[in-house]
């Protein structure tokens, strides 16, 4: 593992309430201290795939900003399991940062010895969040996907509680995106998410560059990666952006209780089978 930064004077607290009962937006938490009082905290994120709802244990940094109404701001969701413990990041904010680190630090194998990078650059009809060179002279386009989501089997919950899922390994669930709130089961989950993929293929039929979505995976419980059922407008994007030559980079990242942030590998199983 190497390290990338560190998150300093984190606080621990349980989510009470989310949305707020004085704050009526679903990005803001009650959440109670381990003295007992009771804070507002900022989520970035809709409950981050029930990770950040009442009954939560999260670890938060303290916002300084005077006129604020959240004093804290929610980093990373605990999560106690068969005598484990993960410490998951949900700040969405993170990843980006995250990637830029991996990529700086020549951490990601196919994107090692760049030669030039630049963040939020328009190109088509989207903003991405990094442009840049690679070893081989080659331009890539690389966007970043904030992957909290992960379990033994990717479908919805109502399904998952007629299953048996104790019988899997700790370490053996899947990471999946998109996962989220939608209107009705036909919707996809994240419009933006699907308009990237789309446009990255796009631009890998009409270009030379490469075309990259990178997955971010906060969490080490995890054996592989795949475009979720739950979604399947976006998971045959994903399968027709791939036939198309767009390259899928999960990345595992792993948080300690004291906040510091390391990347794991790059090398993660995608589960993505191409039909020609």
Not at 84 to 102: A, H, M, R, W
Not at 153 to 159: E, S
Not at 182 to 195: E, F, G, N, Q
């Amino acid at each position: 593992m190497t390290k990338l930064f560190s998150v300093d004077d984190l606080i621990q607290g349980t989510v009470v309430k989310r949305p707020s009962s004085t704050c009526k937006t679903p990005y803001v938490a009650d959440v109670k201290l381990q003295d007992g009082s009771i804070v507002l905290a900022h989520t970035t994120s809709l409950g981050c795939g029930g990770l950040v709802n009442a009954g939560s244990n999260v670890l938060m940094k303290k916002i300084d900003k005077v006129n604020n109404k959240c004093k804290f701001k929610v980093i990373i969701s605990i999560v106690k399991e068969k005598d484990n413990i993960q410490y998951i990041g949900t700040d969405t904010s993170l990843p980006e940062i995250i990637v830029k680190q991996c990529l700086e630090n020549n951490l990601i194998k196919s994107l090692s010895s760049i030669k030039s990078l630049k963040t939020q650059t328009t190109f088509m009809n989207s903003r991405f969040d990094f442009t840049g060179v690679d070893e081989n002279n080659t331009e890539f386009i690389l966007e970043v996907k904030h992957t909290p989501k992960a379990d033994y089997v990717d479908c919805l919950d109502k399904d998952k509680k007629k299953m048996d899922l104790s019988k899997y390994e700790y370490n053996d669930k899947i990471s999946y995106f998109p996962d989220g709130y939608r209107k009705k089961v036909t919707d996809t989950i994240s419009p933006r998410a699907l308009k990237h993929i789309n446009e990255l293929s796009k631009i890998k039929q009409t270009t030379n560059k490469r075309t990259i979505i990178c997955y971010v995976i906060q969490r080490t419980d995890v054996s592989s990666f795949q475009p979720s059922n739950i979604d399947p407008k976006y998971r045959n994007a994903v399968f027709e952006a791939v036939k198309h030559g767009v390259e899928v980079l999960p990345i595992v990242i792993k948080w300690t209780e004291t906040g510091e942030c390391y990347f794991v590998k790059d090398d993660l199983k995608v589960n993505i089978e191409i039909n020609e």
